[in-house]
């Protein structure tokens, strides 16, 4: 383990480029990991599709919940667990105000976005989607909103249908018009694509559904650390997210759902927590949102994700969105000067991710190559296996950034990126 | 960098960029596919095997530099081998890229092998350089299913 400390140099972006009031050493030092080394070398950590650091906010609010407020929940009359009983529920009213949800009785916390999509499958897919019902998704989906489908359409005999990409990898817009009709039961379908960067309109493909009264679910995992999401402005019927792709915890996430479709749904896990009385004869179910809690849920997660929420807020999203603007287009434009590189993923709006091969290397070979020059990248299939087998490539590298990151960690990948070039020649 | 340097040595580079034994093959006795699920890596390889003699090899398929050097190196040191030798070194090689990074590498007994000692320094490659190996060992043993590095 590597003790001391590096302190990155930052150079500014170029003035025209240098949005308003974005100070991102100040970001920086408020993420204690990125001021360790790697192999000895400033950590370059570019891999916030997968995962995000977190800021000591977050952490030290981590650990004072267990340092002096551990209780569990909606149960003792004594201090610790009002204590943390409202700080659980407050947490939710942050969610709720994040996503501008109409009622914390829409925000349920999940184990992430994986288990929000399962949980929908599971108590909605289960009740309302049945033999010959059609559920749309698109061909840039993550694995986690493509299995639960899978699984529930051989349960029920339901079919799956899927949205083509074009070369850009954008949606083909007409197609998911001649692919919903009076079968559409549901249409799932992500916000911003993990492997390509891309940002579906998905107001317009919720537009559209709703004129068939089909219900959309949007998987907002990359999404919420780049854009300010309004679920009321959407008017999706669905929203998931993972805490710890917005510089939250691990094992926590979001549910919103509209209120009048999780009163509608089936219970999900059966258990404590999610009940009024239990009687061997009958159960009744506690009210929105616990029905669908049941157990002792993240509460140092939940508490954890709230005030992720609340210090990405304090940056606010207008600087966030213009600062990654730049920087994407930055780290876009150096990387298509390299000589045999190809970016995967082009379209016209796009977030966070760039996706890229280099003729003749594999994508292995580069992650280990880069790694060693402190840079952290993925190199694979990004769980989006479909996407993959669309541009023809077993994997890529791919990029992805966070507001924390600067000018300085693309300029260290891109040399890394020429010497690894220049030794496969 | 030592260690990069290490990992991508010459002799794999070369092997990467124009790898022998490269292909199909129509007539051969034994075949195994080998996959790597945490890269979506895939391995064919193709074996004509007479009297216990490994008469023919061929391997073709995705892979990165270590995965590709690897199936050169290993087919064309296969070629003549018996079923029985190639386990053996299949066990030596397996040993080689598996042992501790400090202990010393037997590079008269490895001969061509001991160039894959640098994937020690890098956990996450190990599978890589195995590949190959894992897959030929399923062919000749005539196992049916994809092997995978899990
Ligand atoms: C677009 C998208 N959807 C869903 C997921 C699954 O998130 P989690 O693993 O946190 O449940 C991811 C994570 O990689 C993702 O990128």
């Known amino acids: 383990m590597e003790t001391t400390t590096l302190k990155k140099e930052t150079v500014r972006l170029p003035e025209s480029r240098q949005p308003g009031h974005f100070d991102v050493e100040k970001i920086r030092a408020d993420f204690p990991i990125l001021q360790r080394p790697v192999y000895g070398k400033p950590l370059a950590y570019l891999d916030n599709a997968a995962t995000t650091q977190k800021p000591l906010a977050v952490i030290e609010a981590i650990r004072r919940y267990y340092n002096a407020e551990n209780a569990n929940i909606h149960r003792g009359v004594y201090h610790l667990s009002e204590v943390a009983t409202r700080k659980y529920e407050g947490a939710r009213k942050t969610v709720k105000n994040f996503l501008n949800a109409a009622s914390e009785k829409e925000i349920v916390f999940t184990a992430g976005t994986t288990d929000s999509i399962n949980l929908v499958a599971a108590a909605y897919g289960r009740k309302f989607i049945k033999a010959g019902d059609e559920i749309i998704l698109s061909h840039m989906e993550h694995h986690s909103n493509?299995?639960?489908?899978?699984?529930?359409?051989?349960?029920?005999?339901?079919?799956?249908?899927?949205?083509?990409?074009?070369?850009?990898?954008?949606?083909?817009?007409?197609?998911?018009?001649?692919?919903?009709?009076?079968?559409?039961?549901?249409?799932?379908?992500?916000?911003?694509s993990n492997s390509l960067g891309t940002v579906n309109p998905v107001k317009e493909i919720i537009a559209l559904a709703h004129q068939g009264n089909v219900p959309v679910l949007v998987d907002g995992a990359q999404a919420v650390a780049h854009l300010k999401v309004d679920v009321q402005d959407l008017d999706c019927d669905f929203f998931a997210l993972s805490g710890h792709k917005i510089f939250g915890p691990t094992g926590v996430g979001v549910l919103y759902a509209k209120e009048k479709i999780l009163e509608s749904m089936n219970p999900y896990r059966g258990g404590g927590d999610m009940i009024r009385s239990v009687k061997f004869e009958k159960t009744v179910y506690a009210e929105l949102p616990h029905r669908f809690e049941a157990g002792t849920p993240h509460i140092a997660?939940?508490?954890?994700?709230?005030?992720?929420?609340?210090?990405?807020?304090?940056?606010?999203?207008?600087?966030?969105?213009?600062?990654?603007?730049?920087?994407?287009?930055?780290?876009?434009?150096?990387?298509?000067?390299?000589?045999?590189?190809?970016?995967?993923?082009?379209a016209r709006e796009k977030a966070g991710v760039i996706s890229f091969v280099i003729e003749g290397i594999h994508p292995h070979d580069i992650g280990t190559w880069v790694d060693r020059?402190?840079?952290?990248?993925?190199?694979?299939?990004?769980?989006?296996?479909?996407?993959?087998?669309r541009y023809g490539v077993p994997s890529t590298c791919r990029a992805s950034l966070a507001m924390y990151n600067c000018k300085e960690d693309f300029d260290t990948l891109i040399t890394a990126l020429h010497d690894i070039i220049k030794v496969f020649d | 960098m030592e260690e990069l340097k290490e990992l991508y040595q010459q002799i794999i580079l070369d092997h990467n960029k124009s790898p022998k034994n490269y292909g199909k093959m129509v007539n051969c006795t034994h075949a195994s596919e080998g996959y790597n699920p945490l890269c979506g890596d895939r391995i064919k390889i193709y074996a004509k095997v007479e009297n216990g003699v490994i008469e023919d090899i061929k391997f073709e398929g995705e892979g990165c530099a270590i995965a590709k050097a690897s199936g050169s190196i290993m087919t064309a040191l296969l070629k003549g081998k018996t079923v029985a030798e190639a386990q053996q070194l299949f066990e030596e090689f397996q040993h080689l890229i598996t042992s501790d990074v400090r202990s010393n590498v037997d590079t008269e007994k490895l001969g061509k092998l001991a160039v894959f000692a640098g994937v020690r320094e890098f956990p996450t490659r190990v599978k890589c350089a195995g590949l190959a190996w894992h897959t030929v060992k399923a062919a000749i043993e005539k196992k049916d299913e994809v092997v995978t590095t899990e």
């Open chain 1, 146 to 192: 493509i299995v639960p489908w899978q699984m529930l359409c051989e349960e029920t005999g339901a079919k799956l249908r899927v949205i083509p990409i074009n070369d850009r990898g954008e949606l083909i817009f007409e197609a998911y018009e001649k692919l919903l009709n009076e079968r559409t039961r549901l249409v799932s379908i992500v916000y911003v």
């Open chain 1, 301 to 346: 997660g939940v508490i954890g994700l709230a005030k992720a929420l609340e210090y990405v807020e304090s940056v606010g999203f207008e600087a966030i969105g213009a600062y990654e603007k730049a920087l994407l287009e930055y780290g876009q434009e150096a990387l298509s000067a390299l000589k045999k590189l190809k970016l995967i993923g082009t």
């Open chain 1, 373 to 389: 020059q402190g840079v952290a990248i993925r190199a694979g299939h990004h769980c989006t296996q479909p996407v993959m087998e």
